[in-house]
């Protein structure tokens, strides 16, 4: 979605800003833009299209003078993708420069009013109006300029925000969308004040941040920044470090992000639960979660969105399984309106890579307010929904830059099964033996995950040169292997835009059936041990309509599926609760593969965005 980078210092502004919105294209975006302060004006250069565009206009930013400006990528949400369109947006009579994350939900009634008032709009965009605003206010005061004109303000904003008259401040203000600061005193970065909407825009020259609140505003200049609440009044913030490093944002030789993502897995997985298991337990009291505190609900609602939806569908099985707590899954952007019968007996669990789409932030306000304890499942440290979370699980995933998910899936599915089984433990739901062998399946998976990324590659590669070329593909599974088929299809659609579809294995025969026809591809994760009959039989039921079938299925079952399949992954033997982990390795580089097959563009698919910070 939408990015944001905002510098003021010593250096040429251009160059940096430039090299800030590559390291935001990971979010999606159509045309980039920047502002700089440039001997009194504010020198504007637009393109609609890729960031090269941009850099082609302004020679890699070198042609652009003046040390403080900002930058954009936009995601179109209000008016097409057009120079015009594109951030940063001016005021009439350019004293004023704006970029913008959010919707401003009552921008028709503003550019209405200002209108009347002889303001002369030039684009199609919500944001114009909050530029044309703080100057309609402007009369020399732009600290007031700016709290007048986002306290009318509807919607959500994260604002960077550059004035004429005042050449080396930079303004932010946020509210329900990500807007961080840093400062450099000194060292390899000199003097310099950053803003940005991600951390991984200024990682190459600070790791400490500090977060934004809503209501909050940050005055930057070169020599530091001054941070005030909504009334105005001074404020001091904590600044948080940032422990990925900026290498961890790069390729490492890898030709896609989505590829070194998928193949960090094991060291990902090791980080999530190494820590946690001490002896024959599982110890969540990083997160706060204390034996006690599985005596304080009763129930749990799962809120998510995408991949971390699908991640709590396998987090239901495994709670209601392993802990016997009754468990609901939950699309967040459902929950928020879907007035819900939850209370203080309930847990609210919201899961997300990010820590900042929206839906699951609204879907955690609303759990909130109806009295629910609030448990966050999260990679990002220090993001919007840790920080309104009573308790968070870091599933310590490091930066995920591809726009397709696939190590902060198998992490969050790392922090669901801990939760799971650190419930079971308390609540007696499972013996001591079982626990046992949990905790030696869990301490097992980091190798078996680096076993199937070496085994299962080449098969993967292989099946996917025979189907990259249909249009439509099928996923079936049952229990954990539904869970697993359900993110596996996600992912497939996401990257290579074959339609592909998910169903219960025993759902087919009521419906779908009647689409099988000679050729058509079925994909069947068969891993979850206890099914696995069932599903045979599922299987056998297409396979008779002239299916043809990528069974993906544990080493020791292989013989017993091998008949029915025209192609065959396998993964090496495990207790089938930790099956999904295993078979997302083979079905996310299946649909790497196919993507790369088609020549589509893997890390950023069309039409997504990484960060979904509107509703
Ligand atoms: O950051 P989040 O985990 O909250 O994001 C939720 C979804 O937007 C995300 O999982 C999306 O489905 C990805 N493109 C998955 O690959």
């Known amino acids: 979605m939408c990015g944001i980078v905002g510098y003021c210092g010593d250096e040429q502004a251009a160059p940096i800003l430039l090299r800030g919105l590559e390291r935001l294209e990971y979010r999606g975006y159509d045309s980039a833009g920047l502002c700089v302060e440039t001997d009194g004006k504010l020198v504007t250069i637009k393109a609609s299209g890729k960031l090269k565009n941009l850099a082609a206009l302004t020679n890699d930013g070198k042609a652009i003078n003046g040390v403080c400006g900002i930058g954009h990528t936009r995601w179109a949400t209000h008016g097409i993708p057009t120079d015009t369109n594109a951030h940063p947006h001016l005021s009439d009579g350019e004293r004023i420069a704006v970029v913008h994350n959010g919707i401003i939900e009552n921008f028709r009634e503003l550019r209405a009013f200002l209108e009347n008032r002889g303001v002369t709009f030039r684009s199609d965009t919500d944001t114009e109006a909050a530029a044309q605003l703080i100057d309609y206010y402007y009369d ?65 020259y600070t790791r400490d941040m500090t977060y934004l609140e809503d209501g909050d505003m940050a005055v930057l200049t070169r020599r530091g920044i001054k941070f005030y609440d909504a009334y105005g009044q001074q404020i001091e913030k904590t600044v948080t470090r940032i422990d990925w490093d900026a290498d961890a944002a790069q390729k490492g030789g890898y030709a896609h992000f989505m590829l070194k993502e998928i193949y960090e897995q094991p060291r990902v997985i090791r980080d999530t639960i190494s820590s946690r298991i001490n002896g024959m337990t599982v110890d969540l009291s990083d997160a706060g979660i204390t034996p006690d505190y599985f005596d304080s609900f009763d129930e749990i609602k799962i809120l998510a969105c ?230 045979r039989s599922n299987i056998d039921e297409v396979k008779a309509r002239g299916a043809e079938i990528l069974c993906v299925t544990q080493e020791h079952m292989a013989e017993n599926l091998k008949s029915v399949s025209d192609y065959m992954i396998t993964i090496p033997d495990c207790d089938a609760t930790i099956s999904p982990f295993l078979t997302a390795v083979p079905l996310q580089l299946f649909a790497y593969y196919a993507a790369l097959m088609r020549g589509e563009n893997i890390d950023q698919p069309r039409n997504l965005a990484k960060v979904v910070t509107v509703e």
């Open 306 to 535: 995408g991949t971390a939806y699908y991640a709590g569908v396998a987090g239901k099985y495994w709670l209601e399984q392993l802990a016997r707590i009754p468990t609901e899954v939950i699309v967040a952007s459902e929950f928020r309106y879907a007035d819900p019968i939850i209370g203080k007996r309930t847990l609210a669990v919201i899961l997300s890579q990010s820590g900042e789409t929206a839906d699951s932030h609204e879907a955690l306000r609303e759990a909130k307010r109806l009295g629910a304890k609030s448990l966050g499942i999260i990679n990002v440290r220090g993001s919007a929904i840790t920080r309104e979370c009573d308790n968070t699980l870091y599933i310590n995933a490091g930066p995920e830059i591809a726009v397709a998910s696939t190590k902060a899936y198998t992490a969050l599915l790392a922090g669901l099964y801990l939760l799971a089984a650190a419930a079971g433990q308390k609540r007696g739901a499972i013996s001591p033996e079982r626990l046992s062998a949990i905790i030696g399946e869990l301490e097992s998976l980091p190798d078996k995950l680096e076993y199937s990324l070496k085994t299962c590659a080449e098969a993967a590669q292989y099946a996917a040169s025979q189907y990259f070329n249909h249009s439509s593909v099928f996923y079936i599974g049952r229990n954990l292997d539904y869970a697993a088929a359900l993110e596996a299809a996600h992912k497939l659609k996401e990257i290579s835009y074959i339609h592909a579809e998910t169903y219960a294995g025993g759902e087919l025969k009521h419906g779908t059936i009647s689409l099988i026809e000679p050729g058509t591809l079925i994909v069947a994760p068969a891993a979850y041990e206890p099914l696995t009959a069932k599903l």
């Open 140 to 204: 020399g005061n732009l600290i007031g300029a700016v709290q007048k004109a986002v306290s009318q303000l509807e919607g959500s904003y994260a604002l960077g925000i550059i004035c004429r008259d005042f050449p080396d401040t930079l303004i932010a203000v946020k509210k329900s969308s990500p807007l961080i600061v840093a400062h450099t005193g000194g060292g390899s970065a000199g003097y310099a004040s950053f803003l940005a909407s991600d951390v991984t825009a200024i990682l190459k």
